[in-house]
């Protein structure tokens, strides 16, 4: 391998609500390897061969359309894969059994800590058990299931799946226990086809921290501050993906110890999910300097717009090193 090109499978595509952003990552990593290392063939893989990525991103490269049903046939003859989808199969442990009984080596987390992160309430009570703080809230998989509840005050309702804000909405200015609102917001989050989270909002800064490599040789990537830069202040689809959207600082401005408190939580729950190659926890820093964790994103947008190849950068990685570190870590596993 190392007097020949490493033939490497991109994959994105997918037939969840967050493709968009799936071809819009795999346009800026496959931008970013080098012809000289990598011979790269582009993969949109969904249910149905019918796709046309090239006629929207217009990939460089040709790109192949493929099934999930013919996918791990399709990449025997490859020395890597790497997944830049997101949603569900792409992130939720899906593709990646896939690739593992085909004994395909990919980079990323493996299939067990993609089920976890995938799912909220599920990565929720993981950090509450490692003792991180985390909002209350409830699950429903029912618009009825509301009949029972009472969830007092300004709330966030969310996809329990999938993530890029697709599906959440931010009910700020709600009083009391009235549920009309609620309602309508656990109708949109069910779409997703994987329930709702129903989670106290907690008012403060929002940060990220991203991890990087595998096991004790695991390393936090320096904390960023997200400024979204909408009229409400929400980090929604448009601040994640528009240009000018968010603005991401660094150092946060926060105290010294509160950055280090959540890098230390981060990196807490990536060793604990036996995550690798790249992963992004993000949290609230409420006013009383605590910082609630929201999330962790095993697969996490690649844009140029995207957080992870910005903390890389103030590390020192530049996006086609860092790219380069995930290939080697999966060829060596």
Known sequence: MSDSKIRLALLTGGDSSERPVALSSAKSVFGALSPEKFDVTVFDVAKSATHAAQNIYDFPGNVQPV???NLAATLQSFDVALPVLHGGWGEDGTLQSLLEIAGVPYTGSASHACVIAMDKQVGKAVARDLGIPVAAGVTVQRVEELQTLSFEGPCVVKPLGGGSSVGV???KNRVGGDMSEVKSAVEIALLD????????????????CAVLGAGDEAEALP???IVPQ???????????????????????????????????????IYR????????????????SDTPYFLEINVLPGMTEMSLVPDAARVRGLEFPQLLEFLIESALKK
């Open 272 to 287: 604990t999910l036996n995550c690798r190659g790249v992963a992004r926890a993000d949290f609230i820093v409420d006013e």
């Open 193 to 208: 086809g994987s329930g709702a989270l129903i989670e106290q909002f907690v008012s403060g800064t929002e940060i990220t």
């Open 169 to 171: 909405t931010l009910l």
């Open 67 to 69: 099934t999930w049903a």
């Open 230 to 268: 909408s009229a409400g202040g929400f980090y929604d689809y448009e601040a994640k993906y528009s240009e000018g959207g968010s603005l991401h600082l660094h150092p946060p401005r926060l105290e010294k110890a509160v950055v280090e408190a959540a890098s230390n939580y981060a990196l807490k």
């Open 223 to 225: 904390v960023l501050e």
